[in-house]
DNA sequence: ACGACGTATAAGTCTATGCTTATGTGTTGT
DNA sequence: ACAACACATAAGCATAGACTTATACGTCGT
């Protein structure tokens, strides 16, 4: 998936919080609308977006879809993101070295 | 600056790419302008949304704008992604504990 | 002082997106 | 078989956002 694409499914406060519930574990599209002043459509679509994206998988047991956080989807998030680590604490700035020295 | 405004800002390309050529040093408005297809009032209105929302700085010299990365306006966004990090490389799973380490 | 320059702002247009209501599709229980 | 259910899709509307042209603002060189 695109960066853009993955910023701009992103940049909907709605569907982060959709995430957010989803990391807390698999939920059902019924479930999900529980604490959001949202239709079921609404949700529905926001569902589809999340999906196309990657970030999401859909687990269909009957009339049921359940949904849970794809974390593969966020490679591409994490590999920009990466580019502007500079200037993360200090402390994180080894990490790279450290790693290097993990592996052997 | 809120979640949603720095995925928002950080979902259009041209932004994005302004950021990247600024992470190989500072540039001016109109340096930055070289190689983009863009007109110098959209690239002003660009850099107007990447300083509202904290993602570079300007340094005023004369009638010249400098814009440098802010990286320390990627801290948000660093903190939200972190909770999707459940499945990055397993080494990096140990990070947590690795930097506590490291602190003793 | 004045004109060229670097940048910002204003105002309007066009498209994308998130919402709504209405309806379609497949599944389950009786 | 049929009605209720879980979810998806369609179509229309309203707002947001990225662009354009025109113009304003401050700075520099002559």
Redesign the pocket.
């Known amino acids: 998936m695109s960066e853009t694409e993955i910023f ?1 499914v992103l ?2 406060p ?1 569907r982060r919080a959709i995430l957010e519930r989803l990391s807390a574990g698999e939920a ?4 999900l609308r529980e604490g959001f002043a ?12 999340l999906r196309g994206a990657g970030l999401v998988n ?1 687990r269909r ?6 949904y849970s956080v794809n974390a593969e989807g966020f490679a591409p998030l994490h590999a920009w993101l990466a580019r502007y680590r500079a200037f993360w604490p200090s402390r994180i700035d080894n990490l790279k070295d450290l790693l290097r020295e993990m592996d052997q």
């Open positions: 701009k940049s909907d709605t059902t599209a019924t479930d949202i239709t079921q459509p609404a949700m529905s679509q926001h569902l589809a977006v859909e047991e009957g009339r049921y879809a359940h």
